[in-house]
């Protein structure tokens, strides 16, 4: 985006602003009682300029963003300022007329797209819909343009793809869809709501790249709503922070990236792993091997510590269901051998459908490998079973990515932490309280939060608790699925110091599983990447980040949001 | 796909055989058979204990219980449950006799109570006033809770005898079939209602609705277009339910109304410990319901293409 028409030109030059926002303040309704989330926000975007909100959540980013296009939650309202939109006044429109702007002069992208598309409709209707609603073209050509557009938005074969249905697609082809129907009236504006927050990286950058080049090409002004400082920065002309429903700082993408004036933008800019790729910690000593090709696919004789997981020629194979052609079968994981020394951090990066959680269900033991075979600590995992392998269990622990999903919501979280306390017996009732208190402690939260429900906690606190209760039965290797992936940056950079903080004091080992490069190369040791079920490459951090030998390796680095404007105000490494 | 469906079939034979032993082994355990409620007079002219015996003999009731019961099994097989010893005619033609009148009342209740209910429930869902939405969203668990005989009482008071507007009994033509279809279908269109309100409510909260709004799609087009066929899936799981209580409504209605049908007819047999028809009209329930579930899971896919493809999607 950064070649849109508005760069060119002042962004003030050309009079009126597109959008003009003054003063709003949106309040939400909890429990009778209204609570203002958006506390008199001002903006203005010009037409075909990309302008981006960046804030965690709760910032009140994606309020301001619905309030614009007049969806908020119906327990929401605006409670006062203006929103101008080419000369009319938006905050007067009936219901009615309200319909006539939707779609037609604001398009909104979606956050979720596997969600944003009826699942009984095909697709091409679902496009052609945005053209018939608005009586812009009878039924039949808006099909006809609906496929044009499906291919505009980058979707091969778009004539037999419009008559399949949203589960046919893959997430990032959904996108593409939902940018083909968000742009197909040619609006004037067009706000996209963290469009790629539920992607892997290298589609966001693909659906980045789509949304710009379409909205460059028509002139379309784009509201981006990211989390993402890096995001914002690759892509908006202008940025604006905001924090708890104010804006704390705008201005040019330039300006403020390069010169921020507020400390919370600073610390933002710290928390995007692609605009400050510094190491959490330094690399263990003694772990990469001394010609520092350290390859994790060929284990061979080390130190006189063996490795503490070894893994060799795993391989996995599900079966389908079967169709009228015979069996079906499916090779999630195929000849996959790789170790973790102890106290290192092995990151496991590929994108969804590359088996890396597969793999992490072996090494963990929740599934058995059709062929190969797993060693922890010298023991062969794949043959034990029963009490032996019960013991063997506490040494090594998971942490999933849904913080939501992975507490037991009528659990209090000391009893969640605990938990693993009292299914291996440890300690008595008092014990179990102390070491609770002290895990609560390791991962820095109050000591008061061990009576709190899992509903009272925010993703980040939740996700400390999972760690804690990893902890509790002081393992050695702690699998870590994803473990950061659906947390804001701020939060990720907190939880990514704590994992570092804590491997420091306990020499544990991490198997830290990401499609994120940017994370993994502030966090581990040596790299592994996987793609189809197989290990592309493995190495150190550093050889495999500067010197990638695979091409899909330099295709996962070059997706890393931030890394545009890196190259360009060539921060230090 | 007849693969599928033949293994259905042979699932849906194991339960016709289940019902058909359980319904015969509660009956021979029920105290007193068929025999002896007929001879049961008052105590003075009770009859002659010798021709008990006969009868007895005669319908193989003095047999053992299992040969009783493999004869019966391999007889029914063969679509012969036996004779009606009320009144002597093959109980599967007893049965089929009345069955289309049953048939006719349940068509007419279904079809009333699948249009009264989604009207409820678009109505509940459509509404832009709050107290008119709680109102409606209120009647669903009255026509549940309320028993279904009071209602066609109230029916039959106020139609038939105040207004003069239908016929209070019988089974001529379709003036009679109105308001008992009417005391069938108030039950089970509040619980389709009930069911749908919750369905509406719970899509229009989905993500994807929102996005049609965004392309400027009136409320109209959210409903009609896009959210109901959504939230009639859930629904359309409980058809087999929504059968089963046509089918009890129908014993209700039949009553009340005094009609002809297997409703009243079960009634009657089960009174008279009619084993044959009893076992038949038992048979005949287990059949519709597993013809029913079956239809429903063959339908499943045309609704909802999730499901039709997603044995073949996963290549």
Redesign the interface.
């Known amino acids: 985006m950064t070649a849109t028409p508005a760069q060119d030109s002042p962004p003030t030059g050309a009079g009126e602003p597109l959008l003009k926002v003054e003063g709003l303040r949106v309040s939400y309704l909890v429990d009778g009682t209204p609570r203002e989330a958006v506390h008199g926000v001002s903006f203005e975007i010009n037409a075909g300029e990309v302008v981006a909100i960046v804030g965690e959540s709760g910032s009140g980013k994606t309020t301001t963003a619905h309030a614009i296009i007049n969806l908020l939650p119906g327990n929401a309202r605006p409670d006062s300022g203006s929103v101008v939109f080419a000369g009319a006044d938006l905050s007067r429109l009936t219901r009615k007329e309200w319909q006539g702007v939707r779609g037609r002069d604001i398009g909104l992208i979606p956050q979720d797209p596997t969600a944003s598309l009826d699942p009984l409709q095909k697709v091409g209707p679902q496009v052609a819909e945005a053209l018939t609603i608005h009586r812009l073209q009878p039924k039949k050509e808006a099909r006809r343009d609906a496929v044009r557009l499906l291919a505009e938005s980058g979707i091969r074969d778009a004539e037999s793809r419009a008559r399949q249905y949203p589960h046919q697609f893959s997430g990032g082809m959904r996108q593409r869809v939902l940018i083909a129907s968000a742009l197909a009236a040619r609006p004037r504006l067009v706000i996209a709501d963290e469009p790629t927050s539920a992607l892997d990286v290298t589609v966001q950058r693909q659906i980045l790249d789509n949304i710009a080049a379409l909205t460059a090409e028509r002139g379309t002004a784009v509201l981006l709503i990211t989390h993402d400082l890096g995001v914002a920065a690759d892509r908006a002309d202008r940025i604006i922070v905001m924090r708890r429903g104010e804006i704390v700082e705008a201005g040019s993408a330039a300006q403020v990236l390069g010169n921020p004036r507020h400390a919370y933008t600073r610390q933002l800019i710290a928390a995007a792993p692609g605009l400050s790729p510094q190491r959490l910690r330094p690399t263990v000593a003694g772990v990469t091997r001394p010609d520092g090709t350290a390859a994790a696919a060929a284990p061979g004789p080390t130190g006189s510590e063996g490795p503490l997981v070894q893994a060799r020629n795993l391989r996995k194979v599900f079966h389908l269901p079967r169709t009228a052609k015979g069996p079906r079968t499916l090779t999630a994981v195929n000849d996959v051998s790789l170790e973790i020394l102890r106290g290192e951090t092995l990151a496991l990066v590929g994108e969804s459908g590359s088996g890396k959680s597969t793999v992490a269900r072996l090494l963990l033991r929740l599934d058995k490998p059709t062929s190969g075979s797993v060693t922890f600590d010298g023991e062969d995992l794949t043959a034990a079973r029963g009490e032996r392998l019960r013991q063997l269990r506490r040494r090594f622990q998971v942490v999933f990515q849904s913080p939501y999903a992975s507490l037991d919501p009528r659990f209090t979280v000391a009893d969640s932490v605990a938990e693993p306390l009292r299914a291996f017996g440890e300690g008595t009732p008092s014990d179990r309280r102390a070491r609770v208190a002290g895990l609560l402690d390791a991962v820095h939260l109050p000591a008061d939060y061990g009576r709190r429900q899992p509903a009272e906690l925010s993703g980040g606190q939740r996700q400390r608790v999972a760690i804690a209760r990893a902890l509790a039965l002081r393992p050695e290797l702690v699998v870590l699925d994803e473990a950061v992936s659906a947390l804001d940056v701020s939060v990720q950079a907190q939880i990514l110091a704590l994992l570092a903080e804590l491997q420091v004091q306990d020499r544990l080992s991490y198997l830290f599983i990401s499609h994120d490069l940017a994370v993994v190369q502030q966090i581990s040791d040596r790299v592994a990447v996987m793609r189809g079920g197989e290990l592309l490459e493995a190495g150190t951090t550093e050889s495999v980040l500067e010197r990638p030998e695979h091409g899909y390796t330099r295709e996962l680095i070059s997706a890393v949001p931030g890394r545009r404007t890196l190259a360009v105000q060539d921060l230090p490494g | 796909m007849i693969r599928y469906v033949g293994r259905r079939l042979l699932q849906g034979a194991f339960v016709l055989w289940a019902a058909y032993t359980v319904s015969f082994l509660i009956l021979y355990l029920l105290p007193g058979d068929a025999v002896s409620i007929m001879a049961s007079g008052d105590e003075q002219n009770s009859v002659d204990p010798a021709l008990v015996a006969k009868l007895r003999s005669e319908y193989g009731l003095d047999r053992p219980l299992h040969e009783q019961y493999v004869i019966a099994l391999f007889k029914a097989l063969q679509l012969d449950f036996g004779v009606s010893i009320k009144n002597g005619v093959a109980a599967t033609q007893a049965v089929a006799e009345v069955l289309p009148e049953t048939i006719k009342l349940a068509a007419a209740g279904f079809a009333l109570a699948v249009l009264l209910g989604s009207a409820l429930a678009i109505a509940a869902s459509f509404s832009r006033n709050r107290w008119v939405r709680q109102l409606v969203a209120s009647l669903p668990p009255l026509g549940i809770a309320v028993p279904t005989f009071w209602i066609g009482l109230l029916l039959l008071q106020f139609f038939s005898f105040r207004l003069r507007l239908f016929p209070a009994l019988g089974n001529d033509g379709a003036q009679s079939l109105v308001l008992p279809a009417l005391t069938l279908a108030i039950p089970t269109s509040a619980v389709i209602a009930q069911l749908l309100i919750r369905s509406l409510h719970q899509t229009l909260g989905?993500?994807?609705i929102?996005?049609?709004?965004?392309?400027?799609?009136?409320d109209a087009?959210i409903h009609f277009?896009?959210a109901l066929?959504?939230a009639a899936i859930p629904t359309l799981t409980m058809l087999g339910i929504l059968v089963g209580n046509l089918l009890a409504g129908a014993v209700v209605s039949e009553t009340v109304f005094s009609r002809t049908g297997i409703g009243r007819l079960t009634v009657t047999a089960v009174n008279s410990r009619d084993i044959p028809v009893v076992q038949t009209l038992v048979v005949l329930a287990a059949a519709i319901f597993v013809i029913t579930s079956l239809i429903v899971d063959l339908i499943y896919p045309l609704?909802?293409?999730?499901i039709n493809?997603a044995?073949?999607?996963?290549?």
Do not use: F, M, W
């Not at chain 2, 609704?303 to 999730?306: C, E, G, L, N, T």
């Not at chain 2, 044995?311 to 290549?315: E, L, P, V």
């Open positions: 989905e993500p994807y929102e996005q049609i709004r965004a392309k400027g799609a009136s087009l277009g896009h066929r959504n609704v909802d293409p999730r493809t044995a073949r999607a996963t290549a």
